[in-house]
Each structure stands twice: as structure tokens, then as C-alpha cells.
């Protein structure tokens, strides 16, 4: 892909430092890209139940916007704590893609390999304003791609057009034929198509991008989780939970509150 764009959306910091959490294990989804440090203690992390490993202290671990995380905490056996510290980011590639769509990341980064992505972290807890937060955010990125791998199908610009279409209108009641009339295709060679780059039917895609906007109103906002299912483009309040639950291991409720106590 011809990359002529990465538009910083979104970039949180958060941390903590604590002592009854050895052996706490949560297994969770975000709808951010998440890059986190692991300061004091120890991490054993695994995405979508495969190859956990630990970070060791001083290491750091990548996880994909809406993957599923199983992380095991463990406290320094000196000290009796265990503190971590993490950068939550949302960005966007082409002003279609997500950035986590397009590359692949190492699940861990190593502590030997760690000193600019420390700088980062040491950086960003000093700022008070988002521009040089977002600056930080952007050299975040730019190590991000150094370690990474891109993703090859992701030069189809007819599916960019469609991606972009999907991202601005989600809340809506998007139809497939909708979708189709946009590249000029039937339904059918339009689904096959969409299948085959994504990997995903365009209405399972739709929904991703409802319930990922729906995970981030759930931990940034006080939005009633009535009125979040509406504003992502879910009329039953019902099937919202339910494909919520699918999804993220939790209903919405605890959902947000399973996030809310590390924030």
C-alpha cells in the first residue's frame, strides 16, 4: 500500500501500582491499539489463546484493537507490587483503514530491545496538553511501523472506498446492496469480493466497527447503555448485549466496569 496518510484520532495513558493483584488473570478485548509497559512485576500474555509468554520486567507487550487478550499479572517478589503503565491509540491509515489492519506487531517487546519505546513512555507521563501528547503518539507510530509488518492486502482501493463508506456511516442501517451499488457490483460478486480481502461478510465488518465504537463510548463516556447501543446503529438493546457479550467476553455493564478499575 501507498501510505500517504496516519491521522492520530485518539491516543489514552494510564497505569497502575498495586499490590493485591499477583496471579489476577483477565481475558478481555479493546477497541484500541494498546501498547503497554510492564514497569514493575511481570506480564504472561497471550492474544486469542495462543503462544503466551512472559514480558519481563522492563518489557513491554502489543495488542491489537479487539483481540482477544489473556493477561496474567505478577508482582515483583522483592517488592511485593506489580506497576505497568500503558498507551491506548486509535489511528487511522489513508483516512480508511485502521492502523492495527494494516500491520502486523511482535506480541512482546523485549527489555533489551525497550530504551526508545521507554523514552515514549517516560515522555508522555510528563506532558500536560494533547499536541505534545500527540507528538509522543506519533513517535509511538513511527516505531510501531519500524517493528511491524504490513499486511499486503490492503492495496485494493475499491475496498478502500467501501471501508471508508462502512467508517463514516455505521450508525446508519447500511444495506449490502447499499455497498455493492457503491463499486458499480451485484451482491453477489460484491459479497464474494469484500469476503476474500477481508475475511469477513460485510455485515459481520459492520457490526466489528458498531461494537468496537460501542466499546470505546462504554469506557471513555457515562453514556446509558441503552443510548450507546442506539448511537453505534443498534436498534434492539437486546441483540446489542448479546453480540456485545460474543464479542467481548462480558456483558456491556461489565464490561465497562472490568475497564474502569485500571483506568
Same mark, same amino acid.
Given at each position: 500500500?501507498?501510505?500517504?496518510?496516519?491521522?492520530?484520532?485518539?491516543?489514552? #495513558?494510564?497505569?497502575?501500582?498495586?499490590?493485591?493483584?499477583? /496471579?489476577?488473570?483477565?481475558?478481555? &478485548?479493546?477497541?484500541?491499539? &494498546?501498547?503497554?509497559?510492564?514497569?514493575?512485576?511481570?506480564? @504472561?500474555?497471550?492474544? $486469542?489463546?495462543?503462544?503466551?509468554?512472559?514480558?519481563?520486567?522492563?518489557?513491554?507487550?502489543?495488542?491489537?484493537?479487539?483481540?482477544? +487478550?489473556?493477561?496474567?499479572?505478577?508482582?515483583?517478589?522483592?517488592?511485593?507490587?506489580?506497576?505497568?503503565?500503558?498507551? @491506548?491509540?486509535?489511528?487511522? #491509515? =489513508?483516512? &480508511?483503514?485502521?492502523? $492495527?489492519?494494516?500491520?502486523? !506487531?511482535? +506480541?512482546?517487546?523485549? #527489555?533489551?530491545?525497550? #530504551?526508545?519505546?521507554?523514552?515514549? !513512555?517516560?515522555?508522555?507521563?510528563?506532558?500536560?496538553?494533547?499536541?505534545?501528547?500527540?507528538?509522543? /503518539?506519533?513517535?509511538?507510530?513511527?516505531?510501531?511501523?519500524? *517493528? /511491524?509488518?504490513?499486511?499486503?492486502?490492503? =492495496?485494493?482501493?475499491?475496498?478502500?472506498? *467501501?471501508?471508508?463508506?462502512?467508517?463514516?456511516?455505521?450508525?446508519?442501517?447500511?444495506?449490502?446492496?447499499?455497498?455493492?451499488?457503491?463499486?458499480?457490483?451485484?451482491?453477489?460478486?460484491?459479497?464474494?469480493?469484500?469476503?476474500?480481502?477481508?475475511?469477513? &461478510?460485510?455485515?459481520?465488518?459492520?457490526? =466489528?466497527?458498531?461494537?468496537?465504537?460501542?466499546?470505546?463510548?462504554?469506557?471513555?463516556? +457515562?453514556?446509558?447503555?441503552?443510548?450507546?447501543?442506539?448511537?453505534?446503529?443498534?436498534?434492539?438493546?437486546?441483540?446489542?448485549?448479546?453480540?456485545?457479550?460474543?464479542?467481548? /467476553? =462480558?456483558?456491556?455493564?461489565?464490561?465497562?466496569?472490568?475497564?474502569?478499575?485500571?483506568?
Amino acid at each position: 500500500m501507498d501510505i500517504y496518510d496516519i491521522e492520530l484520532r485518539e491516543i489514552k #495513558v494510564g497505569g497502575f501500582n498495586l499490590e493485591d493483584i499477583d /496471579g489476577l488473570c483477565h481475558v478481555k &478485548s479493546l477497541p484500541y491499539l &494498546s501498547v503497554v509497559r510492564v514497569v514493575e512485576g511481570n506480564y @504472561f500474555f497471550g492474544l $486469542d489463546n495462543k503462544n503466551p509468554e512472559f514480558t519481563g520486567e522492563g518489557g513491554l507487550f502489543i495488542a491489537p484493537s479487539n483481540r482477544i +487478550q489473556t493477561i496474567v499479572h505478577k508482582i515483583n517478589s522483592n517488592t511485593g507490587r506489580m506497576k505497568a503503565d500503558w498507551i @491506548f491509540i486509535d489511528a487511522s #491509515v =489513508n483516512g &480508511s483503514f485502521s492502523f $492495527d489492519e494494516v500491520f502486523i !506487531f511482535p +506480541q512482546r517487546i523485549s #527489555v533489551h530491545m525497550s #530504551v526508545k519505546w521507554h523514552e515514549i !513512555f517516560d515522555e508522555i507521563k510528563l506532558v500536560d496538553n494533547i499536541c505534545d501528547k500527540k507528538i509522543l /503518539g506519533y513517535r509511538l507510530i513511527k516505531l510501531l511501523i519500524s *517493528v /511491524g509488518t504490513e499486511i499486503p492486502l490492503f =492495496n485494493n482501493e475499491d475496498i478502500s472506498v *467501501v471501508y471508508r463508506y462502512i467508517r463514516d456511516n455505521y450508525s446508519k442501517n447500511i444495506k449490502v446492496k447499499e455497498l455493492a451499488d457503491i463499486l458499480n457490483m451485484s451482491e453477489s460478486n460484491f459479497y464474494a469480493v469484500f469476503k476474500r480481502y477481508v475475511g469477513l &461478510s460485510p455485515i459481520s465488518y459492520i457490526n =466489528n466497527c458498531r461494537l468496537s465504537a460501542a466499546a470505546k463510548l462504554l469506557i471513555c463516556s +457515562q453514556t446509558r447503555i441503552k443510548e450507546v447501543a442506539e448511537r453505534t446503529g443498534f436498534k434492539d438493546p437486546y441483540y446489542f448485549s448479546k453480540a456485545f457479550h460474543a464479542k467481548y /467476553g =462480558n456483558s456491556p455493564k461489565d464490561y465497562r466496569e472490568l475497564n474502569r478499575r485500571f483506568k
